[in-house]
């Protein structure tokens, strides 16, 4: 199949589609931290109709996320929260036989609708806590591949932490945000298996 994931610099879905033998291809307006050969560095709106089988859609989150609800009212009297919907409402209209967006838990289920699943990494082996919904284009739900008990930090405050998540208290911005966006091998490697079959 010929694969778009759109909106990722890490390699990390690609990666695990090519493997499988698929013609992968990630896209980003950031420089890959993988092989730069099967990214594309640009602006993904410019490459959706460019005949794909399937797209994994990860558009920002930065303006959706309950996580950020507290600059909700900034961000909707500026725009950026709409325009981040329109963004990611894009994506949900497309002419691609199979589709899955990804995104933290916010407020595309009221603004959409809900997810048709929410995945966490310790179903795929990964000890962190972080809810990842997933709006499906015949495609079927993920199945857990390798559940494991979560593990948390105890933070400063004596409140318990995902690692992922205790990574906030970073004061470097730029690394923060690219850990917690990063999607987990295990992840990404059930999605191939489970989603991609034979090539």
């Known amino acids: 199949m010929k694969i778009l994931v759109a909106c990722e610099f890490s390699g990390i879905v690609r990666d695990a589609f090519r493997k499988h033998g698929h013609d992968a291809w990630s896209c980003d307006i950031l420089p890959t931290e993988a092989d730069p050969t099967y990214h594309i560095q640009g602006d993904v709106l410019e490459i959706l109709d460019d005949g794909w089988d399937m797209m994994i859609a990860h558009p ?3 303006d959706l996320c309950i996580s950020g609800a ?26 691609c036989p199979r589709i899955v967006i ?19 990494p310790w179903q795929f082996g990964h000890p962190e806590t972080k809810k990842t919904c997933l709006w499906l284009k015949n495609l079927p739900k993920l199945v ?7 593990q948390y930090i105890i933070g400063k405050d004596g409140k318990k932490y995902s690692p992922v998540h205790y990574c906030s208290q970073w004061k470097d911005n730029e690394i923060r945000w690219k850990i917690r966006s990063r999607t987990y091998t295990g992840m990404a ?5 489970q989603w991609g079959g034979p090539s």
């Open 144 to 150: 857990p591949t390798n559940i494991i008990e979560p």
């Open 189 to 193: 490697d059930a999605m191939a298996e």
């Open 60 to 62: 920002p989150c930065t």
């Open 102 to 120: 990804e995104n933290p838990v916010g407020i595309m289920s009221t603004h959409y609708r809900k997810p048709d699943q929410i995945i966490q």
């Open 70 to 95: 507290r600059w909700f009212s900034e961000k909707i009297a500026d725009g950026r929260q709409q325009a981040a919907i329109n963004f990611f409402k894009m994506f949900t209209a497309l002419n």
